[in-house]
């Protein structure tokens, strides 16, 4: 079956550090692969994706690109932000149905 | 804006109730799911639904059943409730079609079981 493992939390950095989460997948096919972030108290948020290989995702200075080659899908930020702390989840999808397999989570804490 | 409501954020149950999770999103996606999220754990897929009427197993089904009886509205059913369903649930719509894919979330009820 699918699955999807990142970096065991929890991470703790200083602000403006370099963030790296790493994430690799096992799937049969071309699933899209997300990450999604979920601050306390709430849902989870789309933060990025790319839907086939070598595809970058992007958004509020986070980076993801798409490895079929390594099964990888490492999350990066160059300078992080107290504001960045959150649970952030790992995930494949088949986009014909929406059906998705996640990781187990990366709690990040980012400390002034 | 995608947005899925669940009915309520915060619930608490008694051992053996039968107990009702209510999802409702606004734009007409086909598709839903309901996940329970667990430290640890991640998400976990208890059951999803294609359309009205029709729903499909996920990984973790013992114990819920679901109902889909209008498009917009997508409900977890605990038969009867039991401790180990304590838990944060989640419900998700997805869009596959008519622009980038992406899986819409609530903002979860966190259930006790006492």
């Known amino acids: 079956g699918n699955s999807v493992t990142q970096t065991e939390g929890p991470v703790t950095l200083s602000e403006e550090a370099f963030l790296t989460i790493n994430c690799t997948y096992t799937?049969?096919?071309?699933?899209?692969l997300f990450w999604y972030v979920q601050y306390p108290g709430e849902g989870l948020q789309l933060l990025l994706k790319a839907t086939k290989a070598d595809d970058k995702g992007s958004n509020k200075g986070f980076e993801a690109t798409y490895r079929k080659e390594t099964t990888s899908f490492h999350l990066e930020k160059g300078s992080v932000q107290v504001s960045d702390s959150a649970v952030y989840f790992c995930a494949l999808t088949y986009t014909n149905a929406g059906k998705s397999t996640f990781g187990d989570g990366t709690t990040l804490t980012v400390k002034p | 804006d995608v947005k899925v409501t669940q009915s309520s954020r915060y619930l608490v149950k008694r051992t053996g109730e039968k107990v009702f999770l209510e999802c409702v999103q606004d734009?007409?996606?086909?598709?839903m799911f309901w996940y329970r999220q667990d430290p640890g754990l991640g998400l976990r897929l208890i059951y999803f639904?294609?359309?009205?009427?029709?729903?499909e197993k996920g990984d973790i089904p013992e114990g819920y059943s679901v109902s889909r009886e209008k498009k917009e509205r997508f409900s977890l059913i605990l038969e009867s409730a039991s401790t180990n369903q304590t838990s944060m649930y989640l419900c998700?719509?997805?869009?596959?079609?008519?622009?980038?894919?992406?899986?819409?979330f609530g903002d979860g009820t966190r259930l006790s079981i006492l």
């Open positions: 734009m007409d996606h086909e598709n």
């Open positions: 799937a049969t096919g071309y699933p899209s």
């Open positions: 639904s294609y359309d009205v009427k029709m729903k």
């Open positions: 998700a719509s997805w869009r596959g079609t008519g622009g980038p894919p992406s899986q819409h």
